[in-house]
């Protein structure tokens, strides 16, 4: 079982066992419970899983879509834009992967990843990255990413 180790006031870890296989301490031992968390919200995802994990809270925090559908399968998730128009999003860390990943774009209307890298991607691709940060530091670049939003969808 993994035991996070804190930092106490004088700055030292307590100690206790981090539960890593190759004996290295974890990050969160290293950075101290409070201030890994906040490392989490600000390092960029790793997975698919983590990106659909920030759109998730996106969503929840700007209403941007009904979400119809939320699967492992392709295409990861159905939504409703609140102009009522049913869109089918493949969740990718990398706009590239949906090639690399071999889906057919016939069975999907956009590519909602992480950061779009595929100049030649045949599906308009929305990176949340932007719209993360913005969301993360609550600055007005986030009312500029929601605009760029609905101009996005009204391409669909």
């Not at 409703?80 to 990718?92: L, M, T």
């Amino acid at each position: 079982m993994t035991k996070l180790i804190t930092r106490k006031a004088n700055g030292q870890f307590a100690k206790g066992h981090t539960g890593n296989p190759n004996g290295r301490p974890n990050k969160a031992a290293e950075l101290g419970e409070m201030e890994f968390a906040f490392t989490l919200q600000q390092a960029e995802p790793a997975t698919e899983c983590e990106v659909r994990e920030r759109f998730r809270i996106l969503n929840e925090a700007f209403g941007l879509f009904d979400v119809l559908l939320s699967q492992e399968a392709f295409p990861d998730l159905v939504l409703r834009a609140k102009n009522g128009k049913v869109i089918r999003a493949e969740v990718e860390t990398r706009s590239i992967h949906f090639q690399s990943h071999r889906h057919d774009p016939k069975g999907c209307d956009l590519i909602m990843c992480w950061t779009h890298n595929w100049e030649d991607s045949p599906l308009p691709a929305w990176p949340i990255a932007h719209l993360w940060y913005a969301y993360k530091q609550m600055s007005l670049l986030g009312a500029f990413e929601l605009a760029h939003v609905s101009e996005l969808l009204e391409s669909i």
